[in-house]
């Protein structure tokens, strides 16, 4: 089985990503995200709780277990509102 690549993201994109995470945290909207790990694009849902553009991280916590998922920012591919 081939693995999928990081996909590599535009400026514009990453911009986007970013300002939907923040929108997402001030709002408490629930979110799907779509990120890239061990060979695989994974989507959940879940809540942004914190985010640190400069630190490359977010935490959020996912739908289904509510656990808290600190995660690289960089390993992200998308951000939509559901």
Do not use: W
Request: some cysteine.
């Amino acid at each position: 089985m081939k693995l999928n690549e990081l996909p590599v993201l535009t400026e514009e994109k990453m911009e986007q990503i970013n300002f939907t995470l923040i929108e997402a945290l001030h709002t408490n909207k629930q979110v799907y995200l779509t990120y890239y790990k061990k060979g695989q694009c994974i989507t959940e849902k879940g809540f942004i709780q914190f985010v640190d553009s400069l630190g490359n991280l977010f935490v959020f916590i996912d739908e289904v277990f509510e656990l808290k998922n600190k995660m690289k920012l960089s390993e992200l591919i998308d951000v939509r509102f559901m």
